[in-house]
Structure formats: C-alpha cells, structure tokens
C-alpha cells in the first residue's frame, strides 16, 4: 500500500493513530510530519512515543532540535520549526540519528528537504474547513517497508487486528 488517509475529529484521536504506529515501528524507521502550526504534528508523535512505551513524553520547546525519549526503541523527536536553511540543518549533524537503530519522528521536515533519508513515512496533517477539531492526515510511503507498515497501521485502524 503506497498511501492513505485517516480522519481525525479530536487531539486525542490524533495521539491514538500515533500510538497505533509506534507500535508497529522498528529499529532505523523515519517517520517525516508535515503541515501547519497547530496541524497535529507534536500531538501524533506523542502518540509515536507512547506506542514505542515511552515512560514519559514531556512537551518539546520548539528551540529543542532533537529530544531523547528511551522506550522499546530510542524515539529521536527533530523539529526543524526554526531552521532558517537547509545549511543550517546540515550542520545540525543528524545522519547518526537518522540512519541508527531508533525511530526519527521529523517535524517541519520540508526544511530538511535533499537531506532526509529517501526511504520514510510521509505524514501530512492539514485542518479539515469548518471542523476546529479535526485533521486530515494523508499518510504515503516511501519504500517498500514503509508499505508493509502502512498496510498493518490501516488494518489496525479498521480494527481488523484489535
Ligand atoms: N484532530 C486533532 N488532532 C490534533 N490536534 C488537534 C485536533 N483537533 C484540535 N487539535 C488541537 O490542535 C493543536 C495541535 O497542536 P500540535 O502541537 O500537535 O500541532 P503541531 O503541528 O505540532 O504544531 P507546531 O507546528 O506548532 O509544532 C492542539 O492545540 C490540539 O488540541
Ligand atoms: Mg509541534
């Protein structure tokens, strides 16, 4: 499966779809968040981290650029919000991360673009028109163990698993 689109109406469903990921995720996966301020990209990664049993998700300043949290695998939470170029990522020196044995979740990683791992999830939130509390977020992969991920995360979703 190469894409598809969840349908949120709360936070909280946002964080239950991340949970249900993390979940599946394994060692050296890259998970790339993309949308708006406000979009749902922290509180899906949040989701990301308590589905990988992480103890404790504290809240990431946005100065932060890369957050440790220690759970099944180490989860890797990048926000590139104040990257100002694709240099300045650069220097941030994150292949280590990104091609290691944790899962990388990467927020506003449009900034990062030509230096992100070509082989990732794709996750896309955007705000539904005339629904404050729900989000669209569009999931493609890219690579075929990304499909395999995306096809077990869909049928969880439709509760064929649960
Ligand atoms: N369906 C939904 N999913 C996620 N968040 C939602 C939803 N509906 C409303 N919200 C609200 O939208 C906000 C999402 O904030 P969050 O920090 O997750 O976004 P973000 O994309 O990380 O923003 P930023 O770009 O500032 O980092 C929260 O205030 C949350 O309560
Ligand atoms: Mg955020």
């Not at 440790?68 to 890797?76: A, K, N």
Request: with cysteine; charged share 25%.
């Amino acid at each position: 499966m190469k894409s598809a689109t969840f349908l949120t109406t709360s936070r909280e469903e946002t964080v239950s779809l991340g949970t249900q990921l993390g979940r599946l995720c394994e060692a050296g996966d890259v998970l790339l968040l993309f949308g708006e301020l406000g979009a749902g990209k922290t509180s899906l990664i949040q989701g990301v981290a308590s589905g990988l049993d992480v103890g404790e998700y504290t809240f990431s300043p946005s100065f932060v650029l890369v957050r440790e949290y220690q759970g099944r695998l180490v989860l890797y939470h990048m926000d590139f919000y104040r990257m100002e170029s694709v240099e300045e990522v650069a220097d941030l020196g994150i292949d280590d991360y990104l091609y290691g044995d944790g899962v990388c979740a990467v927020e506003w990683a449009d900034r990062g673009v030509g230096l992100l791992p070509e082989k990732h999830l794709h996750i896309e939130l955007q705000y539904v028109p005339n629904a404050d509390q729900s989000r669209q977020v569009q999931v493609y992969a890219c690579g075929e163990h990304y499909e395999r991920l995306l096809q077990k995360l869909t049928a969880k979703e439709a509760g064929e698993w649960n």
